[in-house]
């Protein structure tokens, strides 16, 4: 009980002395390195319904996906996007560029423990709680869309 | 002179000394404060020339015991035991390094704290006349742990601010009844403290209160204070950390002042980026062998006392939401009289 006390002082106190971190200069960073990603992905889709006339919209979004999930691979294999990501925080991770990151970095990291147990297993170690709630998320509209 | 005071504390009236030591760091270390005074420092590929880090951080573990045998100017064959421990699961560091030398071998684990541990176990050994020379050592390597306790490397995330960095490299002592160097004359062993805290980005607010306890426990066993040392170090509390150890300790009637440092935030220059500062097994070993021991050597300090804490938590266990337990070791180390 005493001990209870004790550590509920301590944590309060380390709370206390944590200097607060100020969140605009963040804030800041990740609105403009995500509004430009954005833009980017904006400036695929537009160009190829431009250059490809026969491409229809839906298409064109999934190549934009596409380009934008190689590029963020394609980083992250140079050992660039680590950094751009430790500088714009949520700015790359909400874009489907950080989801790409989240596969592709494992995958580089437990390649030397084999390409089943070491890479193929580990890929989702961090997409695969965002895959699954996904789908769970997903299941449960289907559930109310079929009797609603 | 009593061998034990007090239920922590043993003295070695024998003087086991510290008569070789090396310390190996990384590139990044490399370009911190210590630059000088690293026995050796792998300017550009922290790969060590190995396929994989796990091997690169055994490379700096089989380095740096040669480095301090040669140092001792002994023989592989004039060491009689090899005791080292890392952080890595099952301390693979360690052990596999040991692999490749013909000296028994114990490995130990203390966590960060297992520089100080291995020393005092040594010296303990040492002065019982069991052996006559024991070579300890430790490791720690930036890439091998963000992988196993953190996220990959090339993740994008952000660092939490209370984080630290681990610290590259590998730092190892010869403690020998025979030879000449700092003499190593008690050690106070320290018991687990565990005040509670969760977060596993806050090491230093973890191992603080270990810290607290061991220091209060060695100045009432050797009744001294902390005025009575040139040199009281911890081993990686990191900013956040030993200010609330000078807190803590402040509370309880000891007042550290300008002779307490912190090797987490000796090690690193400011613009590194390292957050709170170094962290690892390295972090307190690179630092004792490279200046720490250099003025001892010189005279320039003639009495450290030297505390490593550890958190000893796995990643199993803060899964499963448990708090981190932390550890703290202290040896007294004098230096050679000028």
Known sequence: MQEQERNKRYNAYVEAKIAKT????????SFWVGGLICTFGQL??????????????????????????????????????????????????VPITGFSNSITSPAVEFKNEGIIFGMCAKMFIIAGPVIVSGTVASMIVGLIYLFV | MERK??????????????????????????????????????????????????????VMIERALDGAIKSANAKYSDVHLFMAGDLLNQIISSSYAARSFDIPYVGVFGACSTMVESLALSACLVDGGHFDTIACATSSHFSTAERQFRFPLELGNQRPPTSQWTVTGSGADIVSIKGNGPIITCATF???????????????????????????????????????????????????????LIDLMEEQGYKLGLNYKDCGQIIYKRNQNVL???????????????????????????????????????????????????????????????
């Not at chain 2, 000394?17 to 404060?33: C, D, L, T």
């Not at chain 2, 307190?284 to 021991?293: C, D, E, K, P, R």
């Not at chain 2, 003639?302 to 804490?309: G, S």
Request: aromatic share 10%.
């Open chain 2, 276 to 338: 709170m500062g170094g962290s690892g097994c390295a972090c307190s070993a690179t630092v004792f062998n490279s200046i720490i021991m250099k003025k001892l050597l010189t005279g320039e300090l003639k009495k450290v006392l030297f505390m490593a804490t550890g958190a000893l938590l796995s990643t199993t266990s803060s899964q499963q939401g448990d708090t981190v337990p932390g550890i703290a070791h202290a040896v007294v180390i004098e230096g050679v009289k000028k």
């Open chain 2, 190 to 244: 320290g018991k687990v403290t565990d005040y509670g805290i969760g977060d596993v980005n806050n090491m230093g607010a973890a191992m603080a209160p270990a810290a607290m306890n061991t220091l209060i426990a060695h100045f009432k066993d050797t009744n001294t204070t902390p005025k009575d040392y040139d040199l009281i170090l911890s081993g990686d509390l990191g900013k956040l950390g030993s200010e609330i």
């Open chain 1, 44 to 93: 695929c889709n537009d160009l190829i319904l431009l250059w490809f006339p026969s491409v229809s919209t839906q298409s064109a979004w999934a190549y934009t996906l596409i380009i934008l999930i190689f590029l963020a691979s394609f980083l992250t294999g140079l050992g660039v996007f680590d950094k751009i990501g430790a500088f714009a925080g949520a700015g790359t991770i």
């Open chain 2, 5 to 58: 005071r007090g239920n922590q504390t043993v003295f070695f009236n024998n003087k086991p000394k510290i008569i070789g030591h090396y310390s190996i760091v990384g590139p990044k270390e490399g370009k911190g404060n210590l630059r000088n005074y690293f026995s050796e420092i792998e300017e550009k590929d922290d790969f060590f020339g190995q396929e994989t880090y796990e091997k690169a951080e055994r």
């Open chain 1, 22 to 29: 100020h969140a605009w200069p963040s804030l800041f960073n």
